[in-house]
């Protein structure tokens, strides 16, 4: 066990001068884009806000379940069959049919090849779960109609968030799927996330409704409320134009009035559909409607054909810069909650930096200061053995770009209090074997062999913690169950290669003194 | 090799143990643990203040006015520093933090929201979820492991001892109110597996001396075996102890419970090696046939 060949001694030499290297490179610029590879600091650390966002899905299933109908009613009348009754009632469609259809519609419903139930081969399932009583259907989402709807408004949802906080312009976010319902931002450095956050909290869908001239509330009407809260109107429920024909929009000034206002401009098709609009509805007063609140409404004083316009609605530059954000982003699918928050501020992100390194230092000092009191020459050993193991291990981190994180920071300073234990282990082992054996080369090469299942299952166990803690942590303690399991690596290869190595050396030079260890 | 009688305070520790064990169940029961904003959902916030004369009845007075409910503030470290923690928590409205700063730099001057956590309740119940699961995982891997490595007696051994370890380690964390949030839940993992270990290093000796001694009875065997690997114990407990001290003292509030649980679980996790997975092997009744009949299997 004490022996070593020359290549081994230079490959572990090398080993561990390449990767304290990279432990190094952390606080040295390099130009080399490969030798300049720095640890990740968490958002802890570094600060920024972490946010977690889930949509409201059920808008979007009204939404769709209305469409189903109205396509329902469309396919059955071209194949001339009758359906009558039609409602929607807790997310289920209902219907009825007459005697002689009801075989027919039910084949329609279920065939493989249907045009209004479509079938997805890969889950072996239709769109929509149909449920017959006598003549009446039901149809609802099934389980996998549900997902692919869920999958397809978060893919729309996490382009336009993207979008959002692209146009904010913030320092390498990062925006993730969680589920099939959540949507994970992380932004590093932002040291006031307020802006973000009201800028994802806004559906912002925006259309433009005539003010109705009736003042009761009828079919084909709705009543809504003005921005500020002022006052409500009667709104027709006609959409003339909504944000989809937008193409760009900037806050501006208007000269006239010396207002901020917002101005857009409409694709071709919005361009014509707002200027037949505008023509017939000369002398109207036209609502602007974002999320379901008047900003103003304006009166048409001409048509407007250039496809172009503005929003007034007693904007501050800064809102209308938002507004205008918004509306060339696009509008979400459906609302998004944030659902969980971690905003941490720079500087307590440098202040746990500074505490984390403080208590790194000192915990490494008292560790070699009562190491070299128990063991002495061998202390020194296992205290060289622990350096290299820190640099190994903050060089791996480094390699891999992993992110550190404050209870990561832990995690190290824990390694340096454990990895000993394996030196301990084979030292005391050593002394033991001594007893019996006058040879000390034999009596250190026992103290090796002996003690390796012990350390073997020692670390396995840490090993399994920080694995299953790597898969159902979250975080900041990720980043603590990361440390901990390539600390336990490095500490073996220190224990095994390093120290065994230097003990070797000073075991062969001084095997004929009295008492060795 | 020191020789120190364990073995004659077996008995006197494990009815301790069990009155520690029974303590800390009924304050579990009963009194529950503090759970923090991961858990329970809610905000907690982190405030610095800018004015020196800001003391916590004048902060919990502001955050009062403003109807969230029930309002804890506590010192945190520093003189200006402050954290308070509420169970309201509003998803739906993007400017509920802004509001509530605002309002409180109009009564109390300028704060400085150093860190802000808000934790909607469908997050928190699926945290603490993950959290029952990654603690029962870890427990059921060291189960398997030490199964496959050893007789079923040991492993019995070496999962009462780490029961013992975590159950008295939260009662302790009930006692005294101290806060259980994510961190938490990682040092609980990290005691598992510091635990087992210690309890791995005894039990290996205890294997090996049964295979070298036929005739020395379990319960001095156990002791011998404590006694052989008793430096490495304390030397290793002694600088794990010395890093988590450092964290401790130095790594600033925030590791505060974390450390404090690692280093409870440290100083129970040497003490149950010794004195609730040895007694069990005494109790079972392990003998040299015990490790001979399984080997032949």
Known sequence: MLYFSKLRIISVIVFTVIFSYFAFSNFVKFDDRFFSKNINLGLDLQGGSYLLLEIDNRPVITQKLQAKIIELKRYFKEKEITLKNFSLKDDTILFETIDKEFENVKNILNDRESDVNTYYPTYKSHEFDVIEDGNLFSLNYSRYGLVLLKNSSLDQAIEIVRRRVDEVGTNEPNILKRGNDRILVELPGLDDPNRIKSLLGKTANLTFQFISQNNEESFGTEKLSFEDGSRDAIVSKRIILSGDNLVDAKPTMNSQTNETVVSFSLDRVGAKKFGKATSTGVGKQLAIVLDGKIISAPSVREPIIGGSGQISGDFTFQSATDLALLLRSGALPAPLNIIEERTVGPDLGQDSIDAGILSLFIGFLLVILFMIYKYRAFGLIANLALISNLFLLIGILTLFEATLTLPGIAGIILTVGMAVDANVLIFERIKEETKNEKNPIIAFDAGYTKSRTTILDANITTLIAAFILFFMGSGPVKGFSVTLGVGILTTLFSVYFIARLLTSLYVVKNKDKEKLL | ?297
Do not use: C
């Open chain 2, 1 to 297: 090799m020191r020789n120190i009688s364990f073995n004659k305070f077996y008995r006197k520790f494990n009815i301790l143990s069990l009155l520690l064990i029974v303590i800390s169940l009924v304050f579990l029961i009963f009194k529950g643990l503090n759970y923090g904003v991961d858990f329970k959902g809610g905000t907690l916030i982190e405030l610095r203040t800018s004015d020196k004369t800001n003391n916590i009845s004048l902060i919990r007075d502001s955050f009062n006015q403003m109807n969230l409910g029930d309002v804890s503030v506590k010192k945190f470290g520093n003189e200006t520093d402050f954290i308070v923690k509420f169970e309201m928590q509003n998803s739906n409205d993007p400017e509920f933090i802004k509001n509530i700063q605002n309002k409180l730099s109009s009564s109390i001057g300028d704060v400085d929201f150093r860190r802000v956590e808000n934790v909607g309740p469908k997050v928190s119940s699926e945290l603490l979820k993950s959290g029952i699961i990654a603690i029962s995982l870890s427990l059921a891997a060291m189960l398997l492991y030490i199964w496959i490595r050893f007789e079923w007696q040991f492993s019995l051994g070496a999962i009462l001892a780490i029961f013992h370890d975590v159950i008295i380690t939260l009662g302790i964390f009930s006692i005294f109110s101290l806060e259980i949030n994510l961190s938490i839940v990682a040092a609980v993992l990290t005691i598992v597996g510091y635990s087992m270990n210690d309890t791995v290093v005894i039990f290996d000796r205890v294997r090996e001396n049964l295979r070298k001694y036929s005739d020395i009875k379990i319960f001095d065997l156990t002791n011998i075996s404590i006694n052989e690997t008793l430096s490495r114990t304390i030397i290793t407990s002694v600088t794990t102890l010395l890093a988590l001290l450092s964290i401790y003292l130095f790594g600033g509030e925030i590791l505060k419970g974390f450390s404090l649980a690692m280093i409870l679980g440290v100083i129970f996790g040497t003490y149950s090696s010794i004195y609730i997975a040895n007694p069990i092997l005494v109790a079972l009744n392990v003998s040299q046939r015990t490790i001979v009949k399984e080997e032949k299997d």
